[in-house]
């Protein structure tokens, strides 16, 4: 009201008026109160309007704001030149503004931005939200007529650092720069975004075009996206790693350029186009990376997506290298598939998958399809890779067709993997919950040929020759640790190889199976580096943690059972003594047999 009067006052001929000042204690309204307002108009002068105001949340601080028109004029157009704008809300918010405004009708006006500069300086109550220094420089204009509305910012910070939990931004280091320019057609409720573009110093811009409804913003729209990084290095460090803090790869590092295009249409994506260029991530967490990395990938809605590439020069599992590899995939709408046999070299050998499928990606409906061999590979180069003791022989097998179905992992047949001049067998695999907090595991396993010497070459367990077949039926692991099994180990029937053990190997044998050890090193026997022997067997049933264990048969004392079964002379039979060991403490058994026995080897 009190505004209202001065404006009248100043309509008035300036022989009739020459100067209107007005003051008022208290203005209340809803949402607002205004404080000592003073208003005055002056001819000649302008016209000036000043009070105190608490400003709304989030900054919530007392301000002081002042708004002056060098030039004010009234008529069938009422306009406001060389006008001025200031708030200052002290170490919170300081802004200043200049420009112009004309009105003829709420039809018809024009509002013009020539400067604004801000600085804010603000804190959150719970500090999830802080800027400091944080300077801001924009122009711009607006307008209404009979083409409807327009328009047009330019946004500025060049200084200062702002954060917003949990990601923090030195725009000192990557200025920002935002230029929008905006339509909306006379009676019309839709706004038409022609294009807003943002650039972050160097990490990168984007640019959005297209048309939305601020009244359905969830309805009636459709945005075109695209975005540029030139460093994806800097854009994982800022935007990607704040995200993924307490999580395993909270130490990602990535690098490379990537483009992003997409389609959004009424709140869901459409289409999306993602390239990489000398692109490459790691996490020394994870235990992985990949370098080289060069992609063109395809994603629609509707499933008509055309083919997509993944190639990467290099890359590692832990400490084992991966060669060079070419993927060609099928993007679905909430997975993917393999379009051709992907080769991926390992140290001497390889993988080849055939078959590779994803479907239901994020969703309670995962289901997945694997199929795959690996090509063999010299056991003693994967070995060197892990700094591991090296063995003999090499490694490789079938991985058949893996189903993945209800949380329930499954293999269409037998996984079979070639090691120690002998094979593995995996039948009847089942997981249960495979990514849930606490898997569950049911298989079955044969051992068949394994070369002892080749299995304990490498070892300071001791050396053993012959061959060795096992079988483990029931296996049970929950959360991957073994709850339930019926484990035996035992000499290949009808091996006609050598049969040999160490003086170490028998010592090591007597002592998990709780008999006595060290006794070959006293007396005559003492000279003997290593004996024949007929046969070896070991069998453990495990239940509830407890392992109950047995040999080749009862001993001659009928107290204990058989281990090694000595042949020729000097005859050794080692004998075991323990029937009922807890699985903790066999499984320490056997740890401080080998760090015993390591440091034995350091000294010698």
Known sequence: MAIACVLLAAAAPATAVERIELSVGRIDAPGLQLRELRADWQAGAGAGVQTRVVLPAPLAAPATIRLRCARLELGDEASCTHGEARLDAGAALQLRASGEVRWQSPDRWRLQLAALQATLGYSSADGRIASEALRLDASGSALQDHAGRRARIELRASSGQAYVEPLFLDLGQHPLHLSASLRQAPGGARITLAPLSLTLGSIGSATLAGELDPAAPAQHHRLDVRAELTSLATAAELFARPWLAGTRIDDLRA????????????????????????????????????????????????????????????GAIGALPLGAARAALQLRPRGLALLDTLQIPILDGGLRVFTLGLDGLGSDALAADFDATLDPIDLAALCRAFGWPEF???????????????????????LRAQAFDGELTVDALRVLDPLGVLPRVSADLAIRRLDLAQLTGAFSFGRIEGRLDGDVRGLRLLGWQPVAMDAHLYTTPGDRSRHRISQ?????????????????????????????????????????????????????????????????????????YNRDVAWATFLAQLKSVAQANAAQVQVQ
């Open 255 to 314: 690098g490379g350029t990537a483009t992003l295009a997409a389609t959004i249409v009424d709140a869901q994506p459409q289409r999306a186009e993602l390239q990489l260029r000398e692109a490459g991530f790691g996490s020394d967490k994870l235990g992985g990376r990949i370098d080289g990395v060069a992609a063109d990938l395809h994603w629609r809605a509707d499933g008509a997506a055309p083919p997509s590439q993944l190639a990467w020069t290099s």
């Open 392 to 414: 003999g022989g090499q490694i490789g097998g079938r991985l058949p067709g893996l189903r993945l179905r209800d949380r329930e992992l499954r293999f269409d047949g037998q």
């Open 504 to 576: 170490r190997a028998i010592d090591n044998i007597s002592s998990i199976g709780g008999g006595p050890s060290g006794v070959l090193s006293r007396g005559a026997l003492r000279f003997f580096e290593d004996f024949a022997y007929d046969r070896i067997g070991w069998r453990c049933r495990l239940d509830d943690g407890v392992c109950r264990m047995d040999g080749i048969g009862p001993a001659k004392d009928g107290r204990g059972y058989v281990l090694v079964k000595g042949r020729l002379l000097p005859r050794i039979d080692v004998v075991g």
